[in-house]
């Protein structure tokens, strides 16, 4: 299946659209003043213990202190803050492992006030973003991830990606694993390093390494709270975690982004430089690709598929349900192989919508009923299969007796929610408009008073698709009447964004002319 990635840099931040098979199936968006990003390595300071929710809070510089909890302080605790300290104290002065001592590991069913004590400084690293009204959520298990594997220092495990399938190539990848693998880190080998050489997981885990003399480097330096590593940005962590051969096409509208990408791929897969294309149109680059028209068609409350079936996706404080809809498709003589298509067909949509809308926590499916045992084993199956693709940690339930599905979803980042409804911006919500029959009018009338002010402005015309159509209809139309009247030729342009009556114009800066200014 063919995968386009689409990038769109604003002032704002940068969006990515990532398409598989011309359908829109993730969604990410990174502002510009994000500071907090899951993998984002901090040395924090211990503000407050709580031994109720066996917890502490830790100040890492974020308006609220972050959250860490026993059981995300993995067994190798003591070594890490013995490391940290010897580092921050002088006494440890090199990255690599080789002759530290590790200390006892601590107990899965200890108390946190056991084994931290307040005010201590804490390498941490984020494990959820910051969501809603809650703090970032962290672990002290750090992780350096890249392309091909991931490697975890005061660890010495070496695992292979259960994806792999080929029982010999897992094998073959564990050895090379084992070969290269510097003492006391651990490695996980990914899954894009299925047929890879042991010189370019060797290339990749010498980057990685010194990522991590980079993070010793900054604590001997800095004072908490200060962040040490930043994870990439969500254009390279997306390329990293997501490129293969079967990507297609990316595509950028910033020149700036466009060559760190075309580095990037050249650093890890220079084969595929030249899908990297720059957009230049005149068009938005969301509408250019179709992925507006996608995403007003997605998010809402009801996302309606090509059968003419249709989801209704509602969210609770403790879960999302989805309930499953057949539409005008129950008019079939065989019912019940009716319903299993329509069931079928929507399981591919949920775990669509699931990825797209990156909902987490508890997700409850109400599937149409079926008597059939084997169409409701096979729909379980499929969920999994179409699931397949999530790169976020889930879990599947087969289908309960009342044809509820319940999946698990990792939560890690807030989720994308986006009200496609438009509010009428002519009447505001009251129904009620000036005459349409006057709308080139009052163009007219501010085209006028453009051109008095500003004679010798390059002019374009953005509106909505319709309103363009009507200016350009026939051979002599409205523009060419422009042409005639004012000397001076309007470039149109369609925006699918702009409501029905809305028109503004812009000068050769692509500057918006304000009349009221």
């Known amino acids: 299946m063919d995968k386009e990635l689409i990038i769109n840099a604003s002032e704002s931040g940068?969006?990515?659209?990532?398409?598989?098979?011309?359908?829109?199936?993730?969604?990410?968006h990174q502002k510009t003043n994000n500071n907090f990003t899951v993998g984002d390595i901090f040395i924090g300071k211990i503000r407050k213990m709580m031994p109720g929710l066996n917890a502490a809070f830790v100040d890492i510089g974020h308006r609220k202190d972050a959250f860490l909890h026993y059981t995300d302080l993995g067994p190798k605790l003591r070594s890490l803050i013995k490391w940290s300290n010897g580092v921050i104290n002088g006494n440890i002065n090199t990255h690599k492992l080789d002759n530290f001592k590790f200390e006892d590991e601590i107990i899965k069913t200890g108390k946190v006030d056991q084994v931290l004590n307040k005010r201590w400084p804490i390498l941490v690293q984020i494990l959820k973003e910051p969501i809603s009204t809650k703090g970032p959520r962290l672990t002290c298990e750090l992780n350096l991830p890249g392309r091909y594997m991931v490697i975890s220092p005061f660890s010495d495990?070496?695992?292979?990606?259960?994806?792999?399938?080929?029982?010999?190539?897992?094998?073959?990848?564990?050895?090379?694993?084992?070969?290269?693998?510097?003492?006391?880190?651990?490695?996980?080998?990914?899954?894009?390093?299925?047929?890879?050489?042991?010189?370019?997981?060797?290339?990749?885990?010498?980057?990685?390494?010194?990522?991590?003399?980079?993070?010793?480097?900054?604590?001997?330096?800095?004072?908490?709270?200060?962040?040490?590593?930043?994870?990439?940005?969500?254009?390279?962590?997306?390329?990293?975690?997501?490129?293969?051969?079967?990507?297609?096409?990316?595509?950028?509208?910033?020149?700036?982004?466009?060559?760190?990408?075309?580095?990037?791929?050249?650093?890890?897969?220079?084969?595929?430089?030249?899908?990297?294309?720059?957009?230049?149109?005149?068009?938005?680059?969301?509408?250019?690709?179709?992925?507006?028209?996608?995403?007003?068609?997605?998010?809402?409350?009801?996302?309606?598929?090509?059968?003419?079936?249709?989801?209704?996706?509602?969210?609770?404080?403790?879960?999302?349900?989805?309930?499953?809809n057949s539409g005008h498709k129950m008019t079939s003589a065989d019912v019940e192989q009716t319903i299993f298509r329509v069931n079928l067909e929507a399981a591919e949509e949920i775990a669509r919508q699931i990825r797209l809308r990156d909902i987490g926590g508890l997700i409850i499916v109400d599937f149409i009923d079926m008597k059939n045992q084997e169409h409701r084993r096979q729909i379980a199956k499929s969920m999994e299969d179409?699931?397949?693709?999530?790169?976020?940690?889930?879990?599947?339930?087969?289908?309960?007796?009342?044809?509820?599905?319940?999946?698990t979803r990792e939560r890690a980042r807030p989720e994308i929610a986006m009200n496609t409804a438009e509010v009428c911006p002519t009447c505001n919500g009251s129904g009620e408009v000036n005459p349409t029959i006057l709308l080139t009018d009052d163009i007219e009338r501010d085209l006028t008073s453009i051109i008095q002010s500003r004679p010798r402005s390059v002019l374009t015309l953005r509106t909505h698709p319709y309103l363009e159509a009507f200016l350009k209809k026939g051979l002599f139309n409205i523009r060419w009447k422009w042409f005639l009247k004012f000397n001076k030729w309007v470039k149109i342009i369609s925006d699918t964004d702009y409501p029905l009556s809305t028109y503004k114009f812009f000068d050769e800066n692509d500057d918006e002319i304000r009349l009221d200014a």
Do not use: C
Request: hydrophobic fraction near 40%; proline fraction near 3%.
């Open 157 to 324: 495990s070496v695992s292979v990606s259960k994806k792999i399938q080929s029982s010999e190539e897992r094998k073959r990848l564990h050895t090379l694993a084992e070969s290269i693998k510097p003492k006391n880190f651990g490695i996980i080998i990914r899954t894009a390093a299925e047929g890879r050489k042991v010189q370019e997981l060797h290339e990749e885990l010498v980057q990685l390494l010194g990522k991590w003399e980079d993070v010793f480097k900054l604590l001997k330096v800095e004072t908490p709270p200060s962040k040490l590593l930043s994870e990439l940005d969500k254009t390279g962590s997306v390329l990293r975690d997501l490129l293969s051969d079967s990507f297609s096409k990316i595509v950028v509208n910033d020149k700036e982004i466009f060559n760190d990408i075309k580095s990037y791929l050249q650093s890890i897969s220079p084969q595929q430089v030249n899908i990297v294309q720059q957009y230049n149109g005149n068009k938005p680059i969301f509408e250019a690709h179709g992925v507006t028209r996608q995403v007003k068609a997605s998010f809402g409350k009801t996302a309606t598929m090509s059968s003419g079936a249709y989801l209704v996706i509602e969210k609770t404080e403790a879960m999302h349900v989805i309930d499953v």
């Open 386 to 407: 179409f699931m397949r693709k999530d790169r976020s940690q889930h879990t599947i339930l087969p289908l309960s007796k009342f044809g509820l599905m319940q999946i």
């Open 14 to 28: 940068v969006e990515l659209a990532l398409l598989e098979g011309g359908k829109l199936a993730e969604l990410h």
